[in-house]
């Protein structure tokens, strides 16, 4: 958890000086090893940090991921707003 909440923090902290891509990438990552790649919060996570640097090919491919975690169901409409940005090569920071 302390690991997801890291990279989820150096996704949408306004302070341009904490904010880490890369190692939000990294901090997530490793989350989901830790929790077998199984939950769509991890995956989604993992999938908002790839956005943050760059890579909107693994963003979409991770949040894809995520919709198929067997916890998915009550996160579908923010994981599905999550992939729809990622398509259009937004990350989630810009969309707010």
Known sequence: LALEQRAWAR???PDPAFRKPQQA????????NLLH????????TLACAYADAGDFDS???TEQRALTAKDAG???RVLQSHLALFQQHRAL???R
């Open 11 to 13: 996704i949408i902290c």
């Open 25 to 32: 990438v990294a901090d997530a990552k490793q989350a989901c």
């Open 37 to 44: 790649w199984k939950y769509s919060d991890d995956l989604d």
């Open 59 to 61: 963003a979409v491919k």
């Open 74 to 76: 009550e996160m579908s």
């Open 93 to 95: 920071r810009s969309a």
